[in-house]
């Protein structure tokens, strides 16, 4: 293994976003951690395919989530990326206050905060240790609807202000080691959102770029926030325009 290589953990890997932010990591020189929860097929697959390696964890399990870390840090030797991609989202009407369920609250805040702020955790001491321009570097992949009051449910929505608040903390907190933003997509087609009718036509119609994002287009801002070794504690809108509207 070349020591040199940086290593990028990339949860949720095996579709969408983080699909193309690990195949963009590789093509861009480092060594990729790729990350599922169930998939382990294809995340072998994809592993074997970028060089890198892969690791299986239920992020909604703590325990799950530390060892995720320990096992990448056990097989690279070292992290010098962490993208926090991995989440869940599904519909709930925001008026319908009954239809978001304590249940719902806590499966959302589960997966899309407390899961970031552990792996953050266990990571911390690795990342600290980056001998890369600007440090070790965290990337939390947020939302458009955790900055305006928007999104598939208020959970989810709240799950992701949340994550773009901590964003902030950690960057204050974490500095100089190590930098952390945040890009808070607005649509991106991806598996997650195929069947998200009215979404699609409202970028199509209305947003000045007169589409939604591809994962390619996260996967750029990823890679930039990373490369530029001074930024920290920036939450990045990547809604094709849309909030000008
Ligand atoms: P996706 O469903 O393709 O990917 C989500 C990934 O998270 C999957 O790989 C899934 O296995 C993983 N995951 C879910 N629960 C997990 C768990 N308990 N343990 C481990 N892994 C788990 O969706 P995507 O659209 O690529 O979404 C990626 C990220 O981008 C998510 O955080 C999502 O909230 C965010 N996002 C997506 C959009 C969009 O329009 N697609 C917009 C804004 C933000």
Not at 237 to 244: A, E, F, I, Y
């Amino acid at each position: 293994m070349n020591t040199d290589q940086p290593v990028a953990l990339v949860t949720g890997s095996t579709s969408g976003i983080g699909e193309a932010i690990a195949r963009r990591f590789a093509a861009d020189g480092a060594l990729v951690v790729v990350h599922s929860r169930t998939s382990r097929d294809t995340g072998l697959r994809l592993a074997r395919e970028l060089n890198g390696i892969y690791v299986q964890a239920d992020l909604a399990d703590e325990h799950e989530s530390e060892q995720l870390v320990e096992r990448a840090l056990d097989q690279c030797g070292r992290l010098d990326v962490l993208v926090n991609n991995a989440g869940i989202s599904w519909p709930i009407p925001h008026a319908d206050l009954a239809a978001a369920t304590t249940s719902d609250w806590r499966r959302l805040l589960e997966v899309n905060l407390i899961a970031p702020w552990v792996l953050c955790t266990a990571a911390q001491p690795a990342l600290r240790a980056s001998t890369q321009p600007g440090g070790g570097s965290i990337v939390n992949i947020t939302s458009h609807a955790g900055v305006r009051p928007k999104g598939s449910s208020i959970p989810y929505a709240a799950s992701k202000a949340a994550l773009n608040h901590v964003t902030k903390l950690l960057a204050a907190a974490l500095a100089p080691e190590i930098r952390v933003n945040a890009v808070a997509p607005g649509l991106v087609d991806t598996p997650m959102t195929q069947d998200w009718t009215e979404a699609h036509a409202l970028w199509n119609e209305k947003a000045p770029m007169r589409r939604p994002a591809q994962p390619s287009d996260v996967a750029d801002l990823v890679a930039s926030l990373c490369a530029s070794t001074y930024l920290t504690g920036e939450v990045i809108m990547l809604d094709g325009g849309l909030n000008l509207r």
